[in-house]
């Protein structure tokens, strides 16, 4: 059996998450990490999207509008707006604030998949 943990924390991208560590996570309130091979490819991924971008290759959602407006090309100096500001409008919501555990769950979930 695979262990996700080091000194009894959770390392995201070292080995898959498991449904213990989800829950350790989320009833135990255990600490997390990042492996330093997901670092690696968290790092590629950007400096892939660096060179696209540099290069003038138009690419959905990042120097482009959404949806109806996908054929906008937006200005190099607005793209980091433009991402703010898609954070910023899908980090509303309605209703009661969620339950602290069902946060955790969902921010660990959302972690590991990055």
């Given at each position: 059996m695979i262990i996700n943990t080091l000194a009894g924390m959770i390392v995201l991208g070292a080995t898959p998450l498991t449904l213990e560590d989800?829950?350790?996570?989320?009833?135990?309130?255990?600490e997390c990490a990042l492996a330093d091979e997901a670092r690696v490819r968290?790092?590629?991924?950007r400096d892939h999207v660096d060179r696209t971008l540099a290069g003038g290759e138009l690419v959905y959602g990042l120097n482009t509008g959404f949806?109806?407006?996908?054929?906008?090309t937006i200005a190099p100096d607005q793209t980091e707006i433009l991402q703010e500001r898609l954070l910023k409008s899908h980090a509303?919501?309605?209703?009661?604030?969620?339950?602290?555990?069902?946060?955790?769950?969902?921010?660990?979930?959302?972690?590991?998949?990055l």
């Open positions: 989800l829950r350790r996570v989320v009833l135990e309130k255990a968290v790092q590629a991924a949806g109806d407006l996908a054929g906008e509303a919501g309605m209703g009661a604030p969620l339950a602290p555990a069902v946060v955790r769950a969902m921010l660990l979930l959302r972690a590991n998949a």
